[in-house]
């Protein structure tokens, strides 16, 4: 009698899974906060379970709406991605979600706390909001529909009216 040993080898589609997301995510939010003069982030292990929750949440209903009843009262950036090709992975989704947000420091009028333009800048001034002192993020995608979201919740949450000139500075 032969017995027969099969191994099935199981690869994550490009090898960056959910931890890698939140640690790339951690750095380039380290990296504007410290250009813009405040601490860095720490990684909530409840905020990436609370994000990946979120994200599944507003793939599988492909709408972005911050109705995800998971985040709890955290702040929220999210992204929407869409690739008539597929699914955008979860490198390019994210980087493209973290640099909208951050571009939106073209917008910001330091002086008085305040979009200078019209412009958005709620995702910037969330990623760089001095009192914010934990992240979690993640990411997930609707095949169907082509699209991917990225989530990131931040505690305690940013934007209060008339505390963005006490939380978000100009960058050194």
């Not at 410290?34 to 609370?50: C, F």
């Not at 493209?96 to 995702?123: I, L, M």
């Not at 760089?128 to 082509?146: H, L, P, Y």
Request: aromatic residues 10%; charged residues 20%.
């Amino acid at each position: 009698m032969k017995i027969v040993l099969v191994i099935i080898f199981c690869f994550v589609t490009g090898g960056f899974g959910q931890n890698d997301i939140q640690q790339e995510m951690l750095n380039r939010h380290n990296t504007v906060r410290t250009k813009h003069q405040v601490g860095t982030l720490k990684t909530s292990a409840d905020l990436v379970r609370r994000a990946q929750l979120c994200a599944r949440d507003y793939a599988g209903r492909n709408k972005i709406d911050h109705k995800c009843t998971q985040k709890n009262g955290a702040g929220e950036n999210l992204g929407w991605s869409m690739d008539s090709r597929g699914s955008p992975n979860p490198q390019t989704a994210t980087r493209q979600a973290f640099e909208g947000w951050y571009n939106e420091h073209r917008n910001y009028d330091y002086k008085n706390g305040r979009s200078g333009n019209g412009g958005v800048t709620g995702h910037f001034t969330q990623q760089v909001w001095k009192s914010s002192t934990e992240m979690g993020c993640a990411w997930a995608d609707n095949r169907g529909q082509k699209s991917s979201v990225v989530v990131c919740l931040y505690s305690p949450p940013g934007n209060y009216q008339g505390q963005y000139t006490k939380n978000v500075y100009p960058p050194k």
